[in-house]
């Protein structure tokens, strides 16, 4: 791990690390939300720890909370997640090649590991930034996800904070460096275009 720091740059880390502290607080969000709409303590912990990944757990978690069907939930998000399965062919060179740690690693594989990992030049850069970045991410995500439940326990109106925005937030965040370019631009007003169109 300690040749991975070394292959990194400070601008790289910086960048990691401002992902972790606002994925850090989308996973507040995520507990305060999950424990302010009445389920139980353990259940937004547990699925951070288990499936990890944020908008699958939001998606259960307000499928849940309407009413809907648990096994309808878990279909939907494995829908959501069904993206990891051109993620894991886009940065397989990245995980290993022993069996723990293509577990491991495609347990940490999320858009921010695989954004990172594909934005590095070289295959040890590719490899430092994802495992980096997942690893910190998964710690920073469970602690905040905890705070976030005990939190929810004591505060009951979670919208009354706008803890709802904080995952779309961070998303935003993500696809903005890539705005600068055109065709990206263009792509990406066609999408929202489409987006608002079919809501």
Do not use: K
């Amino acid at each position: 791990m300690r040749s991975m720091w070394r292959t990194l740059d400070r601008a790289l880390v910086r960048d990691i690390a401002l992902v972790c502290v606002a994925d850090a607080v989308v996973g507040l969000s995520f507990g305060a939300i999950a424990v302010g709409a009445g389920l139980p303590l353990w259940l937004p912990v547990l699925m951070s720890v288990v499936v990890f990944a944020g908008a699958s757990q939001f998606l259960v978690v307000g499928l849940l909370a309407s009413g809907g069907n648990p096994l309808a939930a878990v279909f939907a998000g494995l829908l959501v997640n069904a993206r990891h399965l051109p993620f894991g062919f886009a940065v397989g060179d990245v995980l290993g090649r022993s069996l723990g740690s293509r577990l491991l690693g495609s347990h940490l594989m999320i858009d921010e590991t695989v954004a990172f990992a594909l934005a590095q030049r070289d295959a040890a850069r590719r490899r430092a930034a994802y495992w980096v970045c997942g690893v910190a991410l998964f710690l920073l995500w469970n602690l905040g996800a905890v705070a976030g439940a005990l939190a929810g326990t004591v505060v009951t109106d979670t919208d009354a904070f706008g803890l709802d925005a904080a995952f779309p937030a961070v998303l935003l965040a993500l696809v903005l460096p890539s705005l600068r370019d055109p065709a990206t631009r263009r792509a990406v007003l066609v999408g929202v275009a489409v987006a608002l169109a079919t809501a």
